[in-house]
T-cell receptor
């Protein structure tokens, strides 16, 4: 049973515009969320995270929003750049109950930024 | 990024072969993980090691055998694999024990692309 879902397998966005990636989760014990970016032939790279005590975290062009009541988070990339073209994975963790920090991943969203 | 390295990057093996995947982390972390990524599927956690002790085995078949000789190295020994085991195998590390601050982020290696023929 997949506890973290990314329902959009792909997203195409024009350079300079906003990219919005969505992620839903089902396990209410999750209290820490992460976004990873993956280029072909490379491992996932950590991008940004958010704790459940916050509803927004911003780092440069990347902002993650968390809506706990809806069990939904999103990643905004503004402005989108060609180098942002990659697969983006949403991940969730329950560090309060799981001391080993196991991550549950979504299936990923392929982002293509066009000129 | 050379914090977590994996060798080999690509591996083709027959179903009767025995091979090993190697992972090394240079980040001073004390927990290491093996993940499997099959096409169009989420990353699946296989094993978790903390301070060289296996703390999680996610119902992985015995044809996959992990080894963690120290906190910097992690191996995945493979034998009599099946074609459906063809996938990208990713190693990750994190800091899960004091005295250093505990972090929740995991840092990944580039992966080994495994093909079983």
């Amino acid at each position: 049973d997949q506890q973290v879902k990314q329902n959009s397998p792909s997203l195409s966005v024009q350079e300079g515009r906003i990219s919005i990636l969505n992620c839903d989760y089902t396990n209410s014990m999750f209290d820490y969320f992460l976004w990873y970016k993956k280029y072909p032939a490379e491992g996932p790279t950590f991008l940004i995270s958010i704790s459940s005590i916050k509803d927004k975290n911003e780092d440069g062009r990347f902002t993650v929003f968390l809506n706990k009541s809806a069990k939904h988070l999103s990643l905004h990339i503004v402005p989108s750049q060609p180098g942002d073209s990659a697969v983006y994975f949403c991940a969730a963790s329950a560090p309060g109950t799981d001391s080993w920090g196991k991550l549950q991943f979504g299936a990923g969203t392929q982002v293509v930024v066009t000129p | 990024e050379t914090g977590v390295t994996q060798t080999p990057r690509h591996l083709v093996m027959g179903m009767t072969n025995k091979k090993s995947l190697k992972c090394e982390q240079h980040l001073g972390h004390n927990a290491m993980y093996w993940y499997k990524q099959s096409a169009k599927k989420p990353l699946e956690l296989m094993f978790v090691y903390s301070l060289e002790e296996r703390v999680e085995n996610n119902s992985v078949p015995s044809r996959f055998s992990p080894e963690c000789p120290n906190s910097s190295h992690l191996f995945l020994h493979l034998h009599t694999l099946q074609p459906e085991d063809s996938a990208l195998y990713l190693c990750a590390s994190s800091r899960r024990q004091p005295p250093a601050p505990i972090t929740y982020e995991q840092y990944f290696g580039p992966g080994t692309r495994l093909t079983v023929t």
